[in-house]
């Protein structure tokens, strides 16, 4: 025991080292590139860093700005409360971030056992188990690391509100105590996730109609006329009403799709999947939307491929996702109601982003949150499974 809680705190202490050495390495090296240590354009890409970084130093001034998300007003407000208006500084404030985001992982998959109610007794090894390898996961996890280190973009806080909002909805739809405590709470962490990206707000609440509608669904026990009802009633949607345009998104789904289309018109070539889903005809949009759905939850598929950068995202992320899902799949009979809840939540956000992405390396940045619920339920699983099979031994 004391040997598996002295390897976690020492594997959580070489993470946060890590991640810390990363972004200082980054840092400088940006510098280097002209870009004042705020973005290391890698393979030619380039993100909204250097402009979250111009407009907080309006904020810091007093000046006006242009605010597509609340993240440079924090990061304008802490320079201009502080006095340090440094971009090392807004790195440390991201590296923060991740701390938080992995003391909430750390937490998720406790609360699991917790609830799952399984009687380990004073044998806190499963536990141990999960959560060391949750954290060596955020280790061989390069996109992650790659794009909170890269830059001071503000995904590291989507993650992290999103991880948070989620553990307070665990706790009122499934823990009977605090619920009206938890559901108070879980107000402000999905306000702050909805001012950070508006669509994160949007899959958080999709994912939690869908899975009341699942709950509903279930009594019935008929599976197959579930699934062609969503279908049909999914299929009427695109046929009759593509051109409604969603509340507080204020994008229809005709939008979205021209919205992908634009983005595959200006960005041709590199890493683009080539998919087309604005067609008239729904069966052919279903199957090129699960091609695309496939193709952002675990992509670049081998067709994919189209150079270095590629081929290293399918041989250290593809492979090993798939074979993560796998194991999942075939261990299903292990997940608790809770962790499918969290893989729904995963499942829903890569498909909101099967809608309006074609790009692989736009989908390796966006699909990090689903992939790192997806690696927390796999470690909790897999180290339940080793446990039972110990106990028939």
């Given at each position: 025991m004391r040997q598996k809680r002295f390897l976690l705190v020492a594997t959580q202490q070489i993470l946060f080292l890590?991640?810390?050495i990363l972004t200082t390495f980054f840092y400088f090296l940006a510098i280097r590139q002209g870009n004042e240590g705020v973005t290391f354009r890698f393979l030619g890409g380039g993100d909204d860093g250097m402009f979250y970084w111009e407009e907080s130093q309006k904020i810091a001034a007093g000046q006006e700005a242009i605010l597509t998300s609340i993240y440079p007003l924090i990061i304008g407000n802490i320079m201009r409360i502080t006095g340090i208006e440094s971009v090392y500084f807004i790195r440390i404030f991201n590296y923060f971030g991740f701390i938080i985001l992995t003391f909430l992982g750390l937490y998720l998959i406790r609360l699991f056992y917790k609830l799952e109610q399984i009687k380990l007794g004073r044998d806190l090894n499963p536990i141990y188990t999960s959560k060391i390898l949750m954290l060596l996961s955020f280790v061989c996890y390069v996109s992650l690391f790659m794009n909170i280190s890269l830059s001071i973009n503000r995904d590291i806080w989507i993650y992290s509100f999103y991880i948070l909002s989620l553990i307070l909805s665990i706790k009122v739809i499934f823990n009977k105590k605090n619920r009206f405590l938890?559901?108070?709470l879980l107000f402000p962490s999905l306000w702050l996730l909805?001012?950070?990206?508006?669509?994160?707000?949007a899959s958080f609440i999709i994912s939690i109609i869908l899975y009341l509608l699942y709950k509903g669904f279930l009594k019935l026990r008929r599976p197959i006329l579930t699934l062609t009802a969503f279908i049909t009633v999914f299929g009427v949607y695109y046929t009759l009403f593509m051109d409604y345009s969603i509340p507080y998104l204020d994008m229809s789904l005709r939008?979205?799709?021209n919205y992908r289309h634009s983005a595959i018109t200006l960005y041709s070539g590199g890493s683009q999947m080539w998919i087309n889903l604005?067609?008239?005809?729904?069966?052919?949009?279903?199957i090129n939307y699960f091609h695309s759905f496939i193709g952002n939850l675990i992509g670049p598929l081998p067709w994919h491929l189209s150079g270095i950068s590629t081929l290293f995202i399918f041989l250290f992320e593809t492979i090993p996702m798939i074979l993560i899902l796998l194991f999942i799949w075939k261990k299903r009979n292990l997940l608790s109601k809770v962790q499918i809840y969290v893989l729904l939540h995963a499942f829903v956000w890569i498909g909101l982003i099967a809608v309006?992405?074609?790009n692989i390396g736009t989908a390796t940045r966006l699909r990090a949150v689903g992939w790192i619920l997806i690696l927390i339920v796999f470690v909790s699983v897999y180290s339940k499974n080793r446990y039972f099979k110990k106990k028939i031994i």
């Open positions: 890590f991640y810390l938890f559901l108070i909805g001012e950070f990206r508006g669509y994160a707000l939008g979205a799709l604005d067609h008239p005809f729904f069966p052919v949009f279903f309006t992405n074609d």
